[in-house]
């Protein structure tokens, strides 16, 4: 079994730490769906404000409320302005299954807008069975 990333939030703020709920991180469901992030799917969070790394579960916030709100325990692992990334990830069995995932990131402006909307890409050429690139949203329009 390979864990890969299947799901991408990079760059989005904390807005909220709620230390007494019990447990788990309020998403936009937005955010959640366009980058195809599940109610109560574990994620992997990881601070870049302080090094922090945890996971936990996802729920789903107000819609358009631009949330990112970590709570119980995890509301230690981070304060309100702190950037993170947060990751959803699967497992394949066959290295050849990346040329069909392609993953989806999503990154964010000092306001959690969506800025940007990109793909992790895995292919073949006649060189390598694994080369790896990252196709924005233009590229995919194309």
Known sequence: ????????????????????????????????????????????????????????????????????????????????GDEVIISASMYITNPKELYDIKPTVLIFDENNNISEVMQYNVYKNNNHDFNFNILTETDNEE
């Open 1 to 80: 079994m390979i864990k890969i990333i299947r799901a991408k939030l990079h760059g989005i703020k904390i807005t909220d730490a709620s230390l007494n709920y019990r447990g788990s991180i309020t998403l936009d469901p937005v955010h959640c769906r366009k980058a195809g992030i599940y109610p109560l799917e574990y994620v992997d969070i990881w601070n870049k404000t302080n090094g922090n790394r945890i996971s936990t579960y996802v729920i789903y916030g107000e819609e358009g409320s631009n949330c990112c709100i970590l709570n119980g325990a995890a509301a230690r692992t981070c304060q309100p």
